[in-house]
């Protein structure tokens, strides 16, 4: 018998079956388990996203939220168009610093537009506790931006590129001890779910 934690039920249970296990929901007990680690991943996400808006905040609403013509529509974006077509001339090598003004090649404005999209969405995302924790998947999904930004920065240079690369890796330096300790207390709680 497998039952919520009911006054009525568990007395009821004893006297109606009594030679049956009686065993309470499991997954009550998990979110129970799991509401001091969902509270700190909560307050993590709040931390996270207050200093990823204070670095990049301002390139992120650089970009407009709907394009003409399609009003009202929400882009959700996790893919990247197809990787740059091989530029069919040597490009001459660009001078340290300082960089010159760089008109964006419209396959390259359209990668880093989509990935500031995909970046403004993942701020966005919600948690399902006890095993889906908003906080930690923001962390590690930004800091996938992160990394996907200096690859493609090591093939192209672009202003909004460097900028968000930047702001990422400044944003999420100070909050990896934190986000090591929450890793380490979900993965307790999957090896719990797991037992």
Excluded at 80 to 93: E, F, G, N, T, Y
Excluded at 146 to 175: C, D, M, V
Excluded at 177 to 193: F, P, S, V
Aim: glycine share 4%; aromatic share 6%; net charge positive.
């Amino acid at each position: 018998m497998l039952s919520d934690k009911q006054t009525g039920l568990v007395p009821a249970v004893a006297t109606v079956l009594p030679q049956s296990r009686h065993q309470l929901c499991q997954a009550h007990y998990l979110r129970n388990l799991a509401e001091p680690l969902a509270e700190a991943d909560t307050a993590f996400k709040v931390a996270l996203r207050q200093t990823v808006r204070q670095y990049v905040g301002d390139l992120l609403r650089q970009e407009s939220r709907a394009e003409p013509g399609h009003a009202g529509v929400l882009t959700v974006t996790g893919l990247l168009p197809s990787p740059l077509a091989a530029p069919q001339a040597p490009v001459a090598p660009r001078p340290e610093r300082p960089r010159p003004q760089v008109t964006p090649e419209p396959a390259t404005d359209e990668v880093v537009t989509q990935l500031l999209r995909h970046t403004r969405y993942l701020l966005t995302l919600k948690g399902r506790p006890p095993l889906r924790l908003a906080g930690l998947e923001t962390y590690e999904r930004l800091h996938s931006v992160t990394r996907l930004s200096l690859e493609l920065l090591a093939q192209r240079y672009e202003p909004r590129l460097l900028s968000l690369y930047q702001g990422l890796h400044s944003a999420l330096s100070p909050l990896t001890d934190l986000y090591q300790d929450l890793a380490q207390g979900a993965a307790w709680l999957r090896d719990i779910t797991y037992i």
